[in-house]
């Protein structure tokens, strides 16, 4: 099915194609995340991501602040990305210097302009400020064909001099100016008016960089694009300093879904780039986090359910959509679940229970749901085939045997026996952990392509032997997720379970599982 975008409201409707560019900062803003350190190798991974995404310009770090954050950024000049490759300066030409040298494509240059900033920070008064500025910019600009100017803390800046201080950046030849709200104190009605203000003296792009200090730094972003704004800072799942800066999947999709303009995102990577920053950063984005959350196209309340499964558009946006980011709309279990959703998810696998038969699993699963354990679907299966008793489901991956080696002076290795589709299989695969050769081996008995995607252990019990409690995702060869459950005393063999029991779920979800 084709899924075309359309804008929201009727204020809308009279946009014109509009284009806005995307400056991604993840790599710099988003690495200044507390415990956040991104290593050379993640870094030209994740800007190879941004690019191929379509990013126009990449902000790959700071190279005057140290010399293994200069190799970086020269070595992602080397890869010879699509994207803009952005170099960050603090108004002092050494800095300026370091940029050229690393070969980006664009230098970043900035200088605090608020009272409190040039008081505590760089203790310059304005007139100083706007005379560094014009000598900054122009310094650059003989140096680069793109010169980006920040006046840092800009909504705390009186307007007079602010305006003062960006004329100084263009007539020195700045190609772009930015907005920072430096300590997110903006709100969407303020930051509207003072981009509204500058853009009738500022010919050049505008652009901003929100920060979330009050959760507000995507709404504040989408508001200087009302206001004429040409280009958005932000970072992959709205990390950066303290509360983190406005998400590049959340105004993406306000822009193109709601204003109908265009970014160049390829919005169905949205979902992967998410995950892809939660694995590197080790931040995981909240289950209901908007866009690329879990739970972003998630439904569990019978009405809810019902709805969508009638018509997608009567509780989910409808102008964007699941497929839209790279997600998959699921039907959830818990003590608010229907009939529907839980008719629709048994149907899936062939599963046809009676009226009478509905009433009993939904009553077990609200039972179950009832005393705080997550159901997955795996349990609603295993549910519906004891209400059922028909037990014509077989599991399409059995589970026989494991045996692990692992030691602090050997490659972790593990062997699994598993009965697959009737027949016995056995592989063997190492990996950076027992628990990671585990998985692997299994999915290596089985022959359509599995992909792990999350994983997520807890202890439900206390002590050196509690229980642990994994819980994993795993993604088919058609970009489908499916997420199961296992728990048990040893976390190796608990983890051979949960991945069995996804595997399974993958089998049953599939029509062809040759």
Known sequence: MLYTRQVAFSSDKNSTAKKISVFD??????????????????????????SDIGVSVIEAGFPASSQDEYATVKA?????????????????????????????????????????????????THEEVVSITGDIVRYARDH???????????????????????????????????????VGVATPTSMKSLISALRKEITCTIDVHCHNDFGMATANTISAVEAGADQVQVTVNGIGERAGNADLACT??????????????????????????SRFSGLMVPPNWPVTGDYAFSHESGIHAQGVLE????????????????????????????RHAVREMLNQVHIIPDEEQIDAIIARVKQIASKGKKITE????????????????????DLIDIAIMTGNHMIPTATVRAMVNGSEKVCSCTGNGPVDAAVRALIG??????????????????????????????????????????????????????????????????????
């Open 25 to 50: 900062t993840t790599l710099r803003d988003g690495e200044q995340t507390p415990g956040v350190s991104f290593t050379t190798v993640d870094k030209i991974e994740i800007a190879r991501q941004l």
């Open 76 to 124: 992602i000049v080397a890869e010879g990305l699509e994207s803009t490759i952005c170099g960050l300066a603090r108004s002092v030409k050494g800095d300026v210097d370091r940029c050229i040298d690393a070969g980006v494509d664009m230098v970043h240059v900035f200088i605090p302009t608020s009272e409190v900033q040039r008081t505590h920070t760089i203790r310059k």
């Open 144 to 182: 680069a064909d793109k010169v980006l100017f920040s006046a840092m803390d800009a909504t705390r800046t009186d307007l007079p001099e602010l305006m003062e201080v960006f004329k100084a950046a263009v007539n020195a030849g700045a190609t772009a100016i930015n907005v920072p709200d430096t």
């Open 252 to 277: 993406t999709m306000i822009i193109e879904s709601i204003f109908g303009y265009t970014t160049g995102i390829k919005t169905t990577r949205l979902v992967e780039t998410s995950r892809m920053i």
């Open 311 to 338: 018509h997608a558009s009567t509780f989910e946006p409808g102008i964007m959509t699941p497929e839209m980011v790279g997600h998959r709309r699921r039907l959830k279990l818990g003590k608010h679940v229907g």
């Open 378 to 397: 795996q349990d609603l299966y295993e549910i519906a085939e004891t209400v059922v008793g028909s037990g014509a489901h077989s599991r399409f991956i």
């Open 445 to 514: 008995t089985v022959p359509r392509h599995a992909e792990l995607k999350e994983f997520n252990v807890s202890a439900i019990s206390e002590g050196s032997d509690a229980i642990a409690h994994v819980a994993l995702v795993v993604q088919d060869d058609k970009g489908q997720l499916f997420d199961a459950a296992a728990s048990g005393d040893d976390i190796v063999l608990a983890s051979a379970e949960a991945m069995a029991n996804a595997l399974n779920m993958v089998y049953r979800n599939g029509t062809d599982n040759s």
